[in-house]
């Protein structure tokens, strides 16, 4: 695949800077001078070309059904992006006083009130993702127990958390202790029982858990957790399968993050930006992170007298052209909008698991909330779900979520969303119908997918080893 | 069927340990280990003299399927590390009880080897699909 540089031939880019037009300047010091970035010489037809070219080799959910597990793939209406591009918000600087930019503090302001309203928890808006959000939780409740004066380090996670659940705690100085989860999938409240003590600071649940599944002893949890003194942090990461039915609060969580750019249709993938609000039950909201936008008699303002915060977690607001997205759509679907939202999401889940089951192993057999885990365990001839989900690509989708969750072996792990039709998961299935088929007939076909993109199949272990990162010429 | 040699004792983790004398120990993952992780593309060392307790996180190995930790199957000090892991981590997959160590320990108390499975001992474990 050639890149722009392999246009570029020296000296067809004749642009010369014409003279300064003024006399004396001081010129750059030296030590600012590093070496001369080398740009490629093209002409205007040809970046277009390269770049438009390119973006056709691309994959995203305006080109079909990605049911990237646990990733909320859903459809970003474009209205959100029509209003992100005004230039009363676009175009506004981040350190302009309050009283020039009411309208922008009031979408943040109204924005954390929805999501309280959906989940019964107080915002800050200022985590750029949900591992940020997760950081943030942490940090809260770190500062929790040091107000406390109770030295608590452990922190217990379900085997179907996030990934970056550990992560986000480690980062905290806190110890991470894994708790299995029983063979219906939800946590063994034995297990977590033995766990408590007077040591555990926090459990992170992750709800509805990476198997898609609403743990049915999410009362028992809390009510264990609290008995113990420790904080619950609920990952919203899944909060499309049940906003506008159930609040987190509700459910006993104390602490929790909402990805602003799964659940609220903000684009994501490829590295961000992305927003993860953190959010908190009224006794924490003293440690949250500032600033708040209050509103005080003379409008809307940027709180940041708050002396138990946990402090900046971002520079700014966060990422504000993320949450205007998310508040247009949040707007435009109303509480009604996001109830149904919900039950659509888990509607079509439940539609394509019903479709899967009888095709592929399931590993874990309920009903499920937004998303599901089907698995390579039945396959023959060696065909696995790394085979499975390259030629999927081949019939024109993205692939699922696969090898994760990590308790369940070939995982492949499944979202429709609600945006997607009864006719495009019809299609999906049928493609995975075929493939199964393959699978047994042709199974050299599956294992040598995919065919039809413009990259084959990549050796991932020498990628990996051997990686490339620099463009050398 | 993985290879389980009969002088080795071996963790629930899938470590396995190679006494060279009373003390000093060599650790690494086992063949059933390496081969459920398949292909290895990255290993992070533990750090030379730092102490360890028994099932604590040492080191970590990266598969193109999944990340996972190494614990250390007894408490000592870390003697000795392969650095040729970083630059050919594939050791791991190639030769999990030769080339493919990852580090050696001085340990602390040698009676916790009797609490490690032998030969005969982790073939039933990895058996029972454990």
């Not at chain 1, 929805?114 to 959000?133: D, K, N, Q, V, Y």
């Not at chain 1, 909008?337 to 009888?358: E, F, H, P, Q, W």
């Not at chain 1, 698995?375 to 023959?380: N, T």
């Amino acid at each position: 695949m050639d890149t722009i540089f392999d246009y570029s031939v020296s000296g067809k880019n004749r642009f010369q800077l014409p003279e300064a037009g003024c006399e004396d300047y001081d010129p750059i010091p030296e030590e600012y001078c590093t070496v001369a970035t080398v740009l490629p010489e093209v002409s205007e037809v040809e970046v277009v070309r390269h770049y438009t070219n390119l973006s056709r080799m691309n994959f995203g959910v305006d080109n079909g059904m990605y049911p990237l597990g646990s990733c909320t793939m859903k459809y970003n209406p474009k209205i959100n992006e029509k209003i992100a591009a005004m230039e009363g918000f676009s175009a506004i600087h981040p350190l302009a006083d309050a009283s020039a930019v009411q309208g922008c503090l009031r979408v943040l302001y109204e924005l954390a009130a929805a999501l309280r309203e959906i989940t019964g928890m107080t915002f800050s808006l200022c985590p750029a993702a949900g591992s940020h959000g997760e950081l943030s939780g942490a940090m809260i409740i770190k500062k929790y127990f040091q107000d406390l004066k109770e030295a608590r380090s452990v922190v217990l996670i379900p085997d179907s958390a996030h990934g970056t659940n550990p992560a986000s705690v480690a980062m905290c100085g806190f110890t991470v202790k894994e708790i299995p989860s029983n063979s219906d999938g939800d946590v063994d409240v034995e297990r977590l029982r033995q766990l408590l003590d007077g040591n555990v600071a926090a459990m992170m649940l992750t709800s509805p858990n990476t198997l898609g599944l609403f743990d049915r002893n999410i009362r028992e949890i809390s009510r264990l957790l609290r008995e113990n003194g420790s904080l619950f942090y609920g990952d919203g990461a899944n909060l499309n399968a049940t906003a506008g039915r159930a609040r987190m609060a509700d459910m006993g969580f104390d602490i929790m993050h909402t990805n602003l750019h799964k659940t609220f249709s903000t684009p994501h993938g490829g590295g961000g930006p992305g927003s993860g609000p953190v959010g908190v039950v009224d006794r924490l909201a003293k440690y949250l992170p500032v600033p708040l936008v209050a509103k005080g008699a003379q409008g809307y303002y940027l709180e940041y007298d708050r002396p138990d915060s946990i402090g900046r977690v971002h520079s700014f607001y966060g990422n504000f052209l993320v949450a205007l997205r998310a508040y247009a759509y949040i707007r435009s679907l109303g509480a009604e909008g996001i109830r149904d939202m919900s039950d659509t999401a888990v509607l079509n889940a439940n539609y394509l698991l019903a479709c899967l089951r009888d095709l592929y192993k399931l590993p874990i057999d309920r009903k499920c909330m937004h998303e599901f885990v089907i698995s390579d365990g039945d396959m023959p001839n060696g065909v696995t779900t790394n085979d499975i989900s390259k030629r999927i690509l081949d019939y024109g989708f993205h692939s699922p979520t696969v090898y994760f969750p990590l308790h369940i072996e070939g995982a492949i792990m499944i979202e429709p969303t609600e945006t997607e039709t009864k006719k495009s998961m019809d299609t999906f299935v049928n493609a995975m119908a075929e493939i199964r088929r393959e699978a047994y007939e042709e199974p050299e076909k599956v294992k040598t997918a995919p065919r039809n993109t413009p990259v084959h199949r990549v050796d991932a272990v020498i990628a990996a080893r051997k990686p490339v990162l620099v463009w050398e010429g | 069927m993985s290879s389980i040699p009969d002088d080795l004792r071996y963790s629930k983790d899938h470590e396995w340990v190679r006494m060279e004398d009373e003390f000093n120990g060599v650790c690494g993952i086992t063949d059933h280990a390496q081969e459920m992780l398949t292909d290895i593309v990255f290993v992070e060392l533990p750090q030379v003299d730092m102490e360890v307790g028994v099932r604590e996180q040492v080191a970590v190995v990266e598969s193109v399927k999944a990340v996972s930790d190494v614990y250390s199957p007894v408490s000592g000090r870390i003697i000795g590390v392969n650095t040729q892991l970083e630059e050919s981590p594939e050791l791991i997959n190639d030769d999990p009880y030769g080339k493919g160590w990852i580090f050696k320990i001085e340990v602390k108390h040698p009676k916790e080897l009797e609490d490690l499975m032998d030969a005969a001992a982790y073939s039933e474990y990895v058996e029972s699909g454990a």
